[in-house]
């Protein structure tokens, strides 16, 4: 038990402040302790999570990569525009096309970052300009609202009305971001490619001593950040019901800090897909919350700005020294 | 030679005939020939002592052993009954060669269990099987001796214990023959003496351990043979009884030493720094000691007996809680170094790589950094002063360098110390601390050192020279203190107890 | 002629070298590309354009020296902006006097230097990484921003406002004034006093610093002190460029500082890296996308062909070091 609380204090941290904002904001609002609203909350952070878990990946690895956010603006564009060539399609040449176009642009980062050792925020900065830029250029800033409707229209798995009145939905985002949660854990925890990649960005050296392929470690781990960005890409363009070339422009800045938030570590070696996926929650449920309070909404990312800064303040004062029951800290000599 | 004859007994072959024999071994980096026809051998469960200079091709031999390096065309590598014109990572790691890298190769935020079993997750891609992992690591641990919690980081363990980590790492995959470079290194004597403990129990349970320190006592103390090599080329392979550890240094630099005690009675002389009764809880108590103008006082013990912590309250790093010091007469209260500085108080950091001096910037930076205001000129930093002032200190100290914008690391360890002596001197300090100043530098340019140390004294600085080398502070300082658990224990005079007395109540 | 060139080398180092093959370059492709690259009007342009990324670059630069970042530098320059509208607009909008202006300027300065302060504190005294010091104080600055305009702009400034903007001394663009003043200031701070000596080395090794009794956190909190301050010219400049400030304005410009930082041979990691390189990145930048709207492009493509330029300088850099080992292996 002690050690679940020692090499799992990020966490354990986010699930109390989570629980305490959620205990708040319920006797704040009427609204917000409802089975509706949580599902409205997964909802409407399933996207974010997508590219969460897939940077995560990347931050294990000890690389940065500024350019997923655009990459995702890229590839709804191709793929709406692919669609149209073979005549509107499915979902599940839909899914081809967006998760190769993906890893396809997540790949071009490994390869500046492998064969030219170019490090990787300096690649990726380069890479978020190429691709913003030509996207920005070629499409001259247009938006595509005439999308295939079965890309529009909304799929709910799961409905239901609570005794409360509220509806609880699943939809399809939810299970797709449920999908590639479940997928980015079993790849970094449950695999030996996962455990070398932690190994890879934990100490680089060492692991080329024992002979881990770097080059197919980059890969991996673009690729894999890649293909989130391909498919949240997706799931962004049916959520939005449109097309918006820099509708996803500045999101990698709110996704790094909301993975960072869940304990990754810039530099390698350190994360769980738990904390990334608390990180971003964390953010929608204050937003949700401050957004019921009627709390102007430009109000509230200020507010939010201003948490993860104390949060980050404080994690790095060593939270765990904070709390009273992870103080312990065993023999170290 | 190491050839056993088809007659032989099976034990005597077993004991003579080498496990591990490598002829004719070249390797040339960039037309630098890095090791000169070397041979090696190893016999089976012997512990055996790799000693040279830094450069000499220790690790360049261990590199080749494990595969890392190909040799040049006309090697013979015979391991185990079998003929290799070079070896391979993979095949080395197979057939039971392993190494325990000086910096480890450990991976801090895994478990315990991944990095004692890490070869589990090589390979072709798989799901993993912690539980077997566990299994592993638990077992490799307990033919140790130990029990740690595998399922930890393994950041949560101190240095001690993760070196016993990369040795059970090293036992997972059946060794034959276990390389360790400089595995105490970091390691305080206590745990010091449990690593040679579990050394002797690899030898007896018939795995070879080739071992290499700059620790020459406790080279002679493990092994039962030494390879010297230097410059490359093999002087010579010696049984370890009978060793003198000069004997050792003489055939590492070819050079022979004559030391004599240069200690002289400096009590005419003004005291510089009076320390009185000064403590910090679990670190040093009770330190009392004066240090007189041109007086060298060692302080010699082992690692972890509160040496550099003394040291480091003296230059105000580190807040004393009971007792005082004054230099020159005025009492000292430093909030920060940047008081002992302006003080004359100046400490050479034992860590010479990530702390003594900025390794990626140049020999005039690292040398100007602590005295910045010599080099301003109306307010502002003056480049002619700079390099004239870098000049004469180079000069001065006799440092061999090619430009001063040259980074310090392309110095030797040798030429990047005195940089940082300077560094110092630069200050006009009237104490100089020198924390185990022949830290990474070459036994032959160690009395270089040492006599710039002995000029500096003569010139009237107060010196303070700690290192856990008892014949360094022996022959170079005044006066020899010995700090144990913090405390001082013993004070002596070079001219009236021995050399061996000393060692034997250090190491004792 | 080896001589010239080593002196030359030697006395801009050798971060030089990208920023300056690029520029010729792009004087050699679009002198040719296009018969009005070669004319006052390029430079005109560029004249006039060149300050803001600049100035937000050289704001960009001490952090990176360091060893950090400052990702909160445009919606600094934005709140400063904020402040010196607000001050013109409640003492009587068009009609303020140029002491009005002054007092106004002074006040947006103090906004920066106190974003600067706050990032500087925080990364000083726990440790955090620069990064998300930062990215949070840029995500709430934004907010904060957001929250006081409600999204909207603010203009109605006095007329001279807009000669600082567009006006010229002696032929010189105003805005270009204060930047080539703000860079030989850098130039100056990096090259010649205890601060910018004391940046570089704590790029290399912060603990190495300390224990050469520099006071490490002091000299972090200033260098993100000046950051914030130069980031507050910069809002001033954009405030008179566009003689209005809205919120997120800029905004696409932040990557960008990063970007000519490392056009301009500054290391990612600090410890090393020069102005006048950093400059001349800058300056190929903007004829770069002069050149572009020349022959017909617009921003967007500039911007993806300063991406590529980034990556092209890079892998130059990757040839060079690789021919450097093979000529030092084959000469000894």
Redesign the interface.
Known sequence: MH?LI??HATEISLLGVIVVISAVLSFATANFFSLGNAFDLLNISSVNIIFAVGLLVVLIAGGID?SFAVAASVVQYGTAIALGWIGGGGWLSGFVIAASLGVLLGCVNAL?IHR????S???T?????????????FTR?VSIYDLPDWLTDRVILFEREMPDGTWIEITLPVLVMIICVVATWTLI????????L??FG??P???R????NIGAMQFIAFGWLGLMAGIGGLVQAHYAQEVVPNALY?RE??V??AV?LGGAR?GG??GTVLGCVLGVLLISITQNGLNLMGV?P?????????I??IA??L???RLERLLPFAGWK?T?? | MGHGSMHQSASAARTDQPLLSLRNINMTFGGVKALKNVTFEVRPGEVHCLAGENGSGKSTLIKVITG?YRPAEGAIIEYDGDVYPHMS??TAQERGIQVI?Q????????SVA?NIA???????????DYSRMRQIAIEALSRLGITL?V???LK???I??RQIVAIARALVGEAKVVFMDEPTASLTQSETDYLLEIVRGLSASGVAVVFVSHRLAEVLEISSRITVLRDGALVGVYPADGMTQSKITELMTGKTFDQHVRARAKDDQPVVLDVRGLGSPGQFEDVSLTVRRGETVGITGLLGAGRSELALALFGMLKPTSGTFSIDGREARFASNRDAIKAGVAYLSEDRLSLGLIQPQSIADNLVIASLHKILSGGLLSDDRKRSLVARWIADLGVKIGHQADAISTLSGGNQQRVAIAKWLATDPKLLILDSPTVGVDVGARAGIFDIVAKLAESGLAIILISDEVPEVYFNADRVLHMAQGRIVGIYDPHQTRLEEIEAAVYA | MTAVFERIKATLGPEMAGPGLAFVAVFVVFGFASPQFLSSATFGSVAFQLPELGLLTLAMLLPILTGGLN?AITFTANLAGLTLAWVLKANGGVDAGFGIFLVGSLLAVMVGAASGVVMGL?IAF????P???S??????????G???T??GDISGFPSFVGVIGHGSVAGIPVPLIVFIVCVLAWHLLLGRTKLGFNTYMIGSNLEATRYSGINTRKEIVLVYTLSGIMCAIAGIIMLARFNSVRVGHG?SYL??T??AC?LGGVN??GGFGRVIPVFVALVVLQLLSSGLNLIG??Q?????????L??GV??LR?VASKIKFSIVRRGS
Not at chain 1, 116 to 119: D, K, L, P, Q, T
Not at chain 1, 189 to 196: A, E, L, M, V
Not at chain 1, 298 to 306: E, L
Request: charged share 15%; proline share 3%.
């Open positions: 050690s020692r090499t500024i500046l030219f050792r170019i490090i925020i300096v690649a900065i380069a890479t978020f300009n190429i691709y913003f830029g030509l996207l920005m250029f800033g925890t449950r695999t030996t490619i996962g455990r070398q932690f190994a934990d100490n050296e060492g692991a001593r024992f002979g881990i500045g800045l709110d790094l800090a960072v810039l070696g350190k102007s430009f109000a509230f990312k200020m507010i939010i700005g201003a993860i800064l980050i303040t994690s790095n004062t065993g170290r000599r | 890392v990572p993979v890298w910096d480890l190769a450990l991976f801090p935020e895994m991944e890490f070869h589990e997750v090589l390979g072709r891609p798989r799901l993993v919690d399922d930890l980081p949560e363990y101190a001690a214990q | 990702l925080v726990t440790r955090a990484h990064i998300l010091v990215l949070s104080m840029m995500i709430f600055l934004r907010g904060l957001e929250f006081l409600r999204g905004e990557l960008i990063v970007l490392f990612p990691f492009a617009n967007h493509l500039a911007t993806a062909v300063w991406g590529i980034l990556v890079m892998i990757w």
